[in-house]
């Protein structure tokens, strides 16, 4: 029995021992040093909030396209005999030149026959009426004579086929001016489709030309650039005051610039796109209004187009990349901390935003990006201005996609 009871004691005292051991040294145990460490500010890039005069500017885009653009297609049938070196793709179109010739054997032999059958029928009018001039004289005492015996008839046939000659002989003349092919205005071929020695009928297609004197661009426009410019829908310019537009594109390695102006708005809405298109003029494209390298403005361009809307007094500007989505901006408070607010956009560009309330006037607004921010955390701000756009903080961008900063 008491070998027994040292059995089941030994294990439960060891056990015990060891509890005891472990409490003694968790209650001897030194208590660790609290510290108490504050947590730092986000740095980020801030800019002021400017209050000035400002003009919205309105920014689209169109392809440039001639507004005078005709199909070459024969009107008389024959072998074309001669080309001008001009008409080639991008060849200059003089106003009367011609530029494709068809044979016109024909056609000279057809204007010699007119004119031998107009002059038998002016003699047959001639013999007409002098025989209509003796039958008056022979019946002048006679009473009751007939438009018959008075050769009356015979004259008006006589009349009649003279007319009808002159007809086929304009039809003549018609046919064989149709054998030289030109153009009434100044401008530059755009496909050729015909060669010497080719036999064309009425209809066949030879080409195509456009005029150089005026092109166009039609860019769209939507609710908010309709209100910017404060212009009504189907506006047509009188001329008094022409509405500059400036269009600029990348061509030859070389930012090209244009002026154009904006001579009507559309008087119908788009239904596809709900948008509204103006059409914007540019006179001499390709001699007097090149850009400032010389570069014509050419048909089939894709372009920019800027125009000056209205002005707006006390305008509130801040950067574009202190807008954020849901036409939220990033206020840093007097204490130094942050305050999300819901703004009114009036316009904005690539550059600014103009903001018609919701921002007060030199409050410091954050153009560069935050991770995960929470109003009232606290702020630091950098750099502002141009100094701003030159350095790149530590933050970088969050999972909303927001710039990151001096990446603006």
Known sequence: MKNIMIKILA??????FGVGAFVL???AKPEPEMKSEEIRPVSVYVEQAQQ???????????EVRARTKVDLVAQVAGRVVS?????????????GATMISIEDTDFQLALSQSQAVVAAAEVGLQEALATAEVARQQLRNATNASPLALKKPQVAQARARLQAARA????SELNLSRTKISLPFEGRVMTKSVDIGQYVSPGTSLGSAFSTKV????IPLDDDELASLNLPIGFIANGAVPITVNLSAMVAGKMQRWQGELVRLDASIDSQTRTLFGQVEIQSPYNQNVSQHQMPLAVGLYVKAEIEGRSIANAIVIPRDALRAGNNVFVISKDNKLDVRQVEVIHSTATEAIIGAGVEPDEQVIISSIRNPIPGMKISALKTGLEASEETPEETAD???LAIAGGH
């Open 52 to 62: 000035r005069d400002v003009a919205l500017l309105v920014s689209t885009q169109g």
């Open 83 to 95: 080309i001008s070196s001009e008409f080639t793709e991008g060849g200059i179109v003089s106003p």
């Open 11 to 16: 294990p439960v005292t060891i056990v015990l």
């Open 215 to 218: 092109v166009e661009v039609r």
């Open 399 to 401: 999972d909303n996609g």
């Open 25 to 27: 040294l968790e209650e």
């Open 168 to 171: 086929s002989l304009s039809i």
